[in-house]
């Protein structure tokens, strides 16, 4: 049965995604012409940008399945992607050096400071029975204000130096197979990670010891206590692995662009919202997650590849509402999404 509902929820996505572009193709005058232009555009180069894309919200996504599935609701998802974006680059800045090490550190750095944000808001919601709810729009709201903040004290401007970013890394053999290999096998590092995360976040959820607990933290955490598991370490490591993937996420996308953008929503974009879109549609199955979050991003890189087209001219703001549609559709398809039975209530344990 979750196998049937897994494929449904996927098929959802893809068909909400096929019905919010014929959505584009009948309101736009002269859109089946500039339709059959956009084809020469989806080659490898598109591909590539929009896995690119794909990293935060893909990344947000599966860590907020990990916190709500122990039975914490975390929405400050969006709030995380943009401290670890800034930080990343931050450190990238202070350290000074250009190559590959340097970035790899800084993305420690963003990873690390999404994490101590992450500790304290689990803290929060664990240890002091906070309302989740606001705790996570507290975590947006400090990040929307303090990243940007911090770029003006360190760059003079909310808008960070360019610092380098990530090169695409080729791996032998596998990068010469035709379109397949320039994409999947000729990628940054933030994007190899991701592809490595998808299976990694399925297994760890379905076929481990961990994974049974974490689920059980979220759908009957008395039974789990019962049985001598620790309710309340078992969240802690749900909430700090939300932490940890939209670190990657957040501090991944800085560096895949090489600035960091305080203006506005942020280099994030909403991103973090986006990714917990995703997870709700996907029924919480990183699976579903990733695909969800690359039908998104694949509009977004359409909407900058469609810039490059001669003789097309798109209001970039009706492309961006695309997404936002295809949400809709695609919630009509999937359904209901079944929530963890204890998700934001909180447990005193009766030791």
């Given at each position: 049965m979750a196998d049937q509902r897994t494929v449904r929820r996927t098929a959802g996505i893809v068909a909400g995604l096929l019905?919010?572009?014929?959505?584009?193709?009948?309101?736009?005058?002269?859109?089946?012409?500039?339709?059959?232009?956009?084809?020469?555009?989806?080659?490898?180069?598109?591909?590539?940008?929009?896995?690119?894309?794909?990293?935060?919200?893909?990344?947000?996504?599966?860590?907020?399945?990990?916190?709500?599935?122990?039975?914490?609701?975390?929405?400050?998802?969006?709030?995380?992607?943009?401290?670890?974006?800034?930080?990343?680059?931050?450190?990238?800045?202070?350290i000074g050096g250009g190559g590959a090490g340097a970035r790899i550190v800084a993305l420690f750095g963003g990873v690390l400071a999404s994490l101590v944000v992450t500790l304290l808001f689990a803290i929060i919601c664990i240890e002091f029975k906070a309302d989740q709810i606001v705790a996570g729009l507290a975590v947006w709201l400090i990040a929307l204000g303090f990243a940007p903040f911090g770029s003006i004290v360190i760059w003079e401007t909310v808008n960070s130096d360019s610092v380098g970013s990530f090169d695409p890394l080729a791996v032998p053999l596998l990068s010469e197979v035709p379109y397949v290999g320039e994409v999947l096998f000729t990628a940054t590092p933030?994007?190899?990670?991701?592809?490595?995360?998808?299976?990694?976040?399925?297994?760890?959820l379905n076929r481990t010891a961990f994974g049974k607990h974490l689920q059980a933290s979220g759908e009957d955490p008395k039974t789990l206590d019962t049985a001598g598991v620790s309710v309340r370490k078992v969240r802690y490591m749900g909430v700090?692995?939300?932490?940890?993937?939209?670190?990657?996420?957040?501090?991944?996308?800085?560096?895949?662009?090489?600035?960091?953008?305080?203006?506005?929503?942020?280099?994030?974009?909403?991103?973090?919202?986006?990714?917990?879109?995703?997870?709700?549609?996907?029924?919480?199955?990183?699976?579903?997650?990733?695909?969800?979050?690359?039908?998104?991003?694949?509009?977004?890189?359409?909407?900058?590849?469609?810039?490059?087209?001669?003789?097309?001219?798109?209001?970039?703001?009706?492309?961006?509402?695309?997404?936002?549609?295809?949400?809709?559709?695609?919630?009509?398809?999937?359904?209901?999404?079944?929530?963890?039975?204890?998700?934001?209530?909180?447990?005193?344990?009766?030791?």
């Open positions: 019905i919010a572009l014929v959505f584009l193709l009948v309101i736009v005058p002269g859109a089946l012409a500039i339709g059959l232009k956009l084809l020469g555009i989806i080659d490898a180069s598109y591909a590539r940008s929009a896995l690119r894309l794909t990293v935060p919200i893909a990344f947000a996504g599966m860590g907020g399945i990990f916190a709500e599935k122990s039975g914490v609701i975390n929405i400050g998802l969006e709030g995380l992607l943009i401290i670890s974006a800034f930080s990343a680059i931050a450190v990238m800045w202070f933030p994007v190899y990670l991701m592809l490595a995360a998808v299976p990694f976040s399925w297994y760890l700090l692995l939300s932490g940890l993937y939209c670190g990657i996420g957040g501090a991944g996308l800085a560096l895949n662009a090489g600035q960091f953008v305080g203006g506005g929503e942020t280099i994030t974009s909403g991103r973090g919202w986006i990714g917990l879109t995703t997870y709700l549609i996907a029924n919480y199955n990183p699976v579903g997650a990733f695909l969800a979050s690359f039908g998104f991003a694949g509009l977004d890189a359409l909407q900058l590849q469609i810039q490059r087209v001669p003789g097309v001219e798109l209001s970039s703001t009706l492309i961006e509402i695309i997404p936002y549609a295809a949400v809709l559709v695609v919630l009509a398809f999937v359904g209901k999404t079944r929530m963890p039975e204890s998700a934001g209530e909180h447990y005193e344990s009766e030791d």
